[in-house]
T-cell receptor, first 111, second 114 residues
Framework: QQQVKQSPQSLIVQKGGISIINCAYE??????FPWYQQFPGKGPALLIA?????SEKKEGRFTISFNKSAKQFSLHIMDSQPGDSATYFC??????????FGTGTRLKVLA | NAGVTQTPKFRVLKTGQSMTLLCAQD?????MYWYRQDPGMGLRLIHY???????AKGEVPDGYNVSRLKKQNFLLGLESAAPSQTSVYFC?????????????FGPGTRLTVL
């Protein structure tokens, strides 16, 4: 119930391509879904987040798509760049500061 | 603003040794957290604090203790280190209790227990 399942574990994309990372959850009480980006040797940093009252949120090349009925949400990175190479974590929380993190996706964008 | 800092960056321990990890934040945040990050397991909450003088258990608290004597500091202790505690440890902080409040992470401490 408290898990957030993330896929794929790793992803290789050509420069300029679209990177898609998916997450699924079971707990319908979750009401906030952030994505964190982590570069090697650094701590995770908030990238973009969404609440379930909207189906999509876009910030620059990054878009979250949210499907409440399917209990799924995904991160799309348009025009992927080598500088986007990092590990991405989805997360979910239910009205509190406690986050449940996905297992992470290691993205490599080839130049 | 330094944000969230962690000391040390790297540490190697032998089984049974003890150590303390220090986290400091200069953002006047009420909430602080300790996570561990293991390959294929994401970030798991060890302990957290909702204010000075308070601590609470997270998802994986066994083998760890914490203290929050000052608002800006959150200490994570390992009394008798075990190889299973080999991990990367991250501290984070947030301003308030709402789920939408951003958690800010430190750079991490890589701990190896031999």
């Amino acid at each position: 119930q408290q898990q957030v399942k993330q896929s794929p574990q790793s992803l290789i994309v050509q420069k300029g391509g679209i990177s898609i990372i998916n997450c699924a959850y079971e707990n319908t009480a979750f009401d906030y879904f952030p994505w964190y980006q982590q570069f090697p040797g650094k701590g995770p940093a908030l990238l973009i987040a969404i609440r379930p009252d909207v189906s999509e949120k876009k910030e620059g090349r990054f878009t979250i798509s949210f499907n409440k009925s399917a209990k799924q949400f995904s991160l799309h990175i348009m025009d992927s760049q080598p500088g986007d190479s990092a590990t991405y974590f989805c997360a979910a929380s239910s009205g509190t500061y406690k986050y449940i993190f996905g297992t992470g996706t290691r993205l490599k964008v080839l130049a | 603003n330094a944000g969230v800092t962690q000391t040390p960056k790297f540490r190697v321990l032998k089984t049974g040794q003890s150590m303390t990890l220090l986290c400091a934040q200069d953002m006047n945040h009420e909430y602080m957290y300790w996570y561990r990050q293991d390959p294929g397991m994401g970030l798991r909450l060890i302990h957290y604090s909702v204010g000075e003088g308070t601590t609470a258990k997270g998802e994986v608290p066994d083998g760890y203790n914490v203290s929050r004597l000052k608002k800006q500091n959150f200490l994570l202790g390992l009394e008798s280190a075990a190889p299973s505690q080999t991990s990367v440890y991250f501290c984070a902080s947030s301003y308030d209790s709402s789920s939408t409040d951003t958690q800010y992470f430190g750079p991490g401490t890589r701990l190896t227990v031999l």
